[in-house]
């Protein structure tokens, strides 16, 4: 059965164009337990979900993380914060920018953690007036540790905590800082360093030492930051690793569990044969060399296909790799499929995830751009379908105009 067909006899109507992210929320969920054996239960284990959950969707991905046990919610902003509210996300959010102070009398923010991060916030909260507040706001005091990006200078984190827990609206819910380079000892160690001071003056002017939180992927699966009382995991929970991460021996085997849970998949809008020296796409700047079957595939750089990517990306159709060809439009790129007989609208191709024996990672797609696997996923345009699945059967379905709940359907 084709998957336009299965999508309809599961309730969610058929795809608006032949392109899609398939999202495995059983990968997701197995990808927390896996961090979750590591940690132990002691730590919690805080899923970053902003940047619409680097790419895979805010609502599914933070529902599954929920589900899947985690304790907390890492987001952006507040308007992130405000979504997952909204969709009855009953977690702990914490947002990791500044806000606008004054926001936090909207209704939404009620239950919202919030970041303090500058040295003038410590002053703009203490004469902060909150309406009506219950319970109290939570703040994390984020720690300038090497970083340069954000936070209070380790000297100036007792003040704030002392800010925060004297007042009876707010009080001091944690402190934290990020890792600037954890593929580095020595810069790792440096910036721990720092923040085991701040977490010592607090103690020795007297005050309780909020819950710490330090390490994201990278320092995490380095073995370089603690736990402390709790980790902040993005990239590893969608089953991504940072490039040429230094992994000791003894984690290996929870990278291996790791499994990638986004795959993007399209139909061919249409297969033509093209005779020798013809120009295919913008520019003309691929000419082809004998007569060739050229597929138009239907994404583009406004789906979050970079034009970076052509020369010497590749799709994979009936389990084969294919050169994509020309230049990369908005809505379009064209693969040669000249080698494989028989290519047809009905095939499906795969630009990133598994066909057959083969596999096109992000990985793969970022070396080929000279980037990050994380602008890779979260470059993935809104207006690109998300397709839920929990191993073979179907989820829901997310496209521009909102978000459908399948019936139980199987995909193979």
Not at 144 to 173: Q, S
Not at 180 to 207: H, K, M, N, W, Y
Not at 316 to 345: E, K
């Amino acid at each position: 059965m084709r998957f336009h067909q299965r999508l309809f006899e599961a309730g969610l109507g058929r795809l608006p164009r032949p392109v899609w992210l398939e999202i495995d929320l059983e990968a997701l969920t197995e990808n927390v337990a896996a961090f979750r054996e590591v940690l132990g239960a002691a730590p919690e284990l805080s899923a970053v979900v902003k940047a619409d959950a680097y790419g895979h969707g805010l609502i599914d991905v933070a529902r599954a993380f929920e589900k899947a046990g985690v304790n907390r919610l890492c987001v952006a902003s507040l308007d992130e914060a405000f979504a997952l509210r909204a969709a009855g996300l009953r977690l702990a959010i914490l947002v990791l920018f500044p806000v606008p102070l004054g926001a936090l009398n909207f209704p939404e923010a009620t239950d919202v953690e919030i970041t303090l991060s500058t040295t003038s916030a410590i002053s703009s909260i203490q004469n902060l007036v909150i309406r009506d507040r219950e319970p109290p706001l939570a703040v994390h005091v984020e720690v300038e540790t090497g970083l340069g990006r954000g936070g209070v200078k380790p000297e100036l984190v007792p003040r704030a905590v002392a800010t925060l827990d004297a007042r009876r609206d707010t009080y001091a819910a944690g402190i934290w800082t990020h890792i600037a380079t954890p593929e580095s000892a020595e810069a790792t160690a440096r910036q721990i360093a720092e923040f085991d001071r701040a977490a010592a003056l607090v103690r020795e002017a007297g005050l309780r030492v909020p819950p710490r939180h330090v390490a994201a992927t990278g320092g995490l699966l380095t073995g370089r930051a603690p736990a402390y009382e709790g980790v902040r995991i993005g990239l590893g929970l969608y089953g991504l690793l940072p490039l040429d991460l230094p992994i000791p021996d003894t984690l290996l085997p929870l990278v291996h569990r790791l499994r990638p849970a986004m795959q993007l998949k399209c139909q061919p809008l249409r297969v033509e044969k093209f005779p020798t020296g013809t120009p295919i796409g913008y520019g003309g700047t691929w000419v082809t060399a004998r007569e060739s079957a050229i597929a138009t595939l239907p994404v583009g750089y406004g789906d979050g296909w970079a034009r970076a990517y052509t020369p010497g990306a590749e799709a994979l159709v009936q389990g084969r790799r294919v050169p994509l060809v020309g230049t990369v439009a908005m809505d379009a790129v064209m693969a040669d499929v000249t080698d494989i007989d028989g290519v047809t609208t009905e095939d499906e191709f795969v630009l990133l995830g598994n066909q057959g024996a083969e596999s096109i990672t992000a990985a793969d797609l970022a070396r080929a751009r000279n980037t990050i696997p994380w602008e890779v996923v979260t470059s993935m345009s809104f207006r690109v379908p998300r397709v839920y699945h929990a191993a073979s059967v179907l989820m829901g379905l997310r496209t521009l105009t909102g978000e459908l709940a399948a019936r139980a359907e199987a995909v193979g």
